[in-house]
């Protein structure tokens, strides 16, 4: 069987090497990239995201890779945010009292952390739902995360009765927050998988296994 071929999209986010090298081995064909026709062909696109959210949603917006995601995922073509990748997701980003407008492909505010300590660093534990395909295996293992804002609320009305709404995981840092979401061919995450050991190993290989 062929490798699948994944596209790390390269705007300019962070050491985003980390992510390559997982992927490659958890059996992928990997570039890195920003070329609309890498975004577009790949099995799976993977949006790594570090820092804040409008620097990301800007950094996107600059080498015009929005509107490709925007393609693929109306496309049913496979996609993977992770950490501020994550979050661009959400309807808008509010940090030091400024909203930036998200993909708004889910609904939610993405916030500063309701949390003693800021930022949430380490290994933390998550609350999949039954049926998840990306924590399949991997239930109970910890993951590590970064980062000082989340989605807190959770507030998904099914537009259609055939809709099948997204599957969401849940973490807890001071207050429960999303750590992932599932929906189809968009996928996202709040912590590294690439930093997350042989779980975060065991997660890329069960997505590069749904592409």
């Not at 300019?12 to 026709?37: C, I």
């Not at 997701?89 to 309701?114: C, N, Q, S, Y």
């Not at 001071?174 to 042989?198: R, T, W």
Request: charged share 20%.
């Amino acid at each position: 069987m062929a490798a699948k071929t994944v596209t790390v999209l390269d705007y300019g986010s962070g050491n985003v090497r980390s992510a390559v090298r997982a992927l490659e081995a958890a059996g992928a064909e990997v570039k890195l990239s920003a070329k609309p026709e890498d975004i577009l062909e790949c099995d799976g696109l993977f949006v790594p995201g570090v820092g804040a959210f409008a620097a990301v949603m800007q950094a996107l917006k600059d080498v015009g890779a929005i509107r490709w995601i925007g393609r693929r995922i109306a496309g049913g073509r496979p996609v993977l945010g992770v950490c501020v990748g994550h979050q661009v997701f959400f309807d808008e980003g509010v940090e030091h009292g400024i909203r930036t407008p998200g993909l708004a492909e889910w609904p939610g505010t993405v916030e500063l952390l309701k949390a003693p300590v800021v930022p949430h660093m380490g290994w933390n534990t998550v609350t999949p739902p039954a049926g998840s395909k990306l924590f399949a295996g991997i239930e109970d293992e910890r993951f590590y995360f970064v980062h000082s804002y989340a989605v807190q609320e959770w507030n998904f009305d099914v537009a259609q009765p055939k809709m099948v709404p997204p599957q969401v995981t849940w973490a807890e840092h001071g207050v429960p927050f999303i750590a992932g979401i599932e929906n189809g061919p968009l996928c996202a995450l709040q912590f590294h998988p690439e930093k997350s050991g042989e779980a975060g190993a065991k997660l890329l290989r069960n997505w590069l296994g749904t592409l």
